[in-house]
């Protein structure tokens, strides 16, 4: 059963509640049901651990020493 993270609009409580299949989350300190769905805590972050890309190899394609646009064809 999923846990989701919801922000009340009407008075900015945070809090995290299952949700049932039909069922209608609501805010637990003033019962509104206009909530924005958060996404999970597991899923944010993951760009942080995602490896750097490789550096880019002089000139692009062709590996010149000289650096980008030194060779005749770049
Ligand atoms: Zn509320």
Redesign the pocket.
């Known amino acids: 059963m999923p846990i989701y993270e919801y922000a009340?609009q009407?008075?900015g409580?945070e809090f995290e509640t299952l949700v049932r299949g039909g069922q209608m989350p609501h805010?637990p300190?003033?019962a509104?049901t206009a909530l924005d769905k958060k996404l999970s805590v597991f899923a944010t972050g993951a760009d942080a651990t995602a490896p750097a890309p490789p550096m880019a190899m002089p000139c692009g394609s062709c590996g010149h020493p000289d650096g980008p646009r030194s060779c005749a064809l770049h």
């Open positions: 009340c009407d008075c409580r805010c300190a003033c509104s």
